[in-house]
């Protein structure tokens, strides 16, 4: 197992498949009830609490009780630890029905989930997401979100790419929002609190005649979003500009097949 830039150690692909295909339940020889769900459970909500960087497998050992060597048992390391509960998480963003609303639909929820996913796991945007856990709630995560693009005139590869368009747009967005978030907690500060300091000090130092667009255009936007950014505003925005694109390129692939996109 090597170091990643990130500081942790590269899962190694055969353990890691082992691990998240087993999904051991407790084991009924130990008074611990431990489990690899159990253990998944206490390792997130570490994370979502304090952060990934205060994860260990020896923190882990205390909170659930147990000697690390005990827990080193289910889990190989903490690579593979890593694997285990980004797949945990990802099984709570797959829907039970296939969208009945049409493709666009489908896709607007995917990209909500995704970014609410992110939003309540920011944890998840300090991992690399190059090469995902292969798991089970990975892979019913990706049949869900294809499903919204099914049957409607895009081959396989395409319909892959869309799919990965709006996640890794929902993805982008949440690592903005969530760096605010930081930002606010660190500083004690509110982004509009910063801007009711800064935007009228802004006016002492810039000569609005030199920059007239962006004294005109930063002054307009920081009083409709109360500070300098909206993390929501941008993802909805955006989202409705990436469907519109979606769909144009949709309705020229179905209009060369002589067919309409349902």
Not at 30 to 51: F, H, K, Y
Not at 103 to 126: F, I, K, T
Not at 161 to 179: F, I, K, P
Not at 224 to 241: I, K, N, Q, V
Request: include cysteine; proline fraction near 6%.
């Amino acid at each position: 197992m090597r170091p990643d830039e990130r500081g942790r150690g590269t899962a190694d692909p055969a353990r890691s498949l082992a691990l998240l295909w087993s999904r051991r339940g407790p084991d009924a020889r130990s008074r611990s009830n431990l489990g690899l769900e159990r253990i998944a459970r206490v390792a997130i909500e570490t994370c979502d609490a304090e952060g990934l960087g205060e994860l260990s497998m020896r923190r882990l050992a205390q909170a659930l009780g147990v000697g690390v060597m005990s827990l080193y048992t289910y889990v190989p390391g903490k690579a593979e630890l890593i694997d285990l509960m980004v797949d945990t998480v990802y099984g709570e963003v797959v829907g039970p029905a296939v969208p009945s609303d049409g493709w666009r639909a489908g896709l607007e929820r995917v990209a909500r989930d995704n970014w609410s996913l992110r939003r309540r796991h920011p944890w998840l945007l300090r991992i690399p997401v190059g090469r995902p856990p292969l798991g089970p709630h990975a892979m019913a995560k990706y049949e869900y979100e294809l499903r919204a693009v099914e049957g409607i005139g895009l081959t396989e590869v395409e319909m892959d790419s869309v799919v990965h368009l709006v996640t890794d747009y929902a993805e982008g967005v949440a690592r903005r929002a969530v760096d605010a978030s930081v930002l606010e907690r660190e500083s004690g500060m509110t982004d509009e609190q910063w801007w009711r300091v800064c935007g009228p000090l802004l006016g002492a130092f810039v000569d609005g005649s030199v920059f007239p667009t962006a004294t005109r255009v930063g002054s307009a936007a920081g009083a409709a979003h109360g500070g300098s950014y909206s993390p929501e505003h941008a993802f909805e925005f955006g989202l409705g500009r990436l469907l519109d694109g979606i769909e144009v390129f949709i309705a020229a692939r179905t209009a060369a097949a002589g067919r309409s996109p349902r």
